[in-house]
């Protein structure tokens, strides 16, 4: 498991981001008041997240916004992502902080949309040995032998 990416936003938001989810933790009183109460910290996991909307803050503060199925995608800008408990906002000083997370929430979502190498060549392998079994070559017994080694089992 990589290291935890924290980015704490104009202080109102605590984002972590870790190999699997994304959580996001609301502070202070104004979230208390637009988000309905303490909500408390939400978790996303990476693998639901289908888009990210990003918006870089201008005169108003800039806002990122995490959709996944379920969710309710606000679409009335800042004043709606303010009020959503899906979007986090932040400050011109932290764009450039608000980007690396984007960067790596994007880059674990690309890594969790294909199996790894290692189990590709093992899918690859097994199949391998499937076709030899089939053939004759192998007995079942090694077969199955061989299955367990390369699934680590």
Known sequence: ????????????????????????????????INKGGSKGEKSIP??????????????????????YSGSNETKGGTSAAIKDENSITFFKRELKKAKELIKLI????????????????????????KKLMDAGILTKEEFEAKKKQLLNI
């Not at 924290?6 to 202070?28: A, H, R």
């Not at 990476?46 to 959709?67: D, N």
């Not at 199996?115 to 392998?125: K, N």
Request: a neutral charge; hydrophobic letters at 35%.
């Open 46 to 67: 990476i693998t639901s997240i289908s888009a990210i909307q990003f918006k870089e803050p201008g005169l108003t503060t800039g806002y990122i916004q995490f959709a």
């Open 106 to 129: 994007e880059m674990k979502r690309h890594e969790s949309s294909f199996p790894s190498i290692t189990s590709q060549s093992a899918a690859d392998e097994i199949l391998k040995m």
């Open 1 to 32: 498991m990589t290291q935890a990416f924290e980015f704490t936003s104009n202080g109102k938001f605590i984002v972590k981001v870790d190999d699997y989810t994304v959580k996001i933790q609301p502070k202070g009183f104004s979230n208390f």
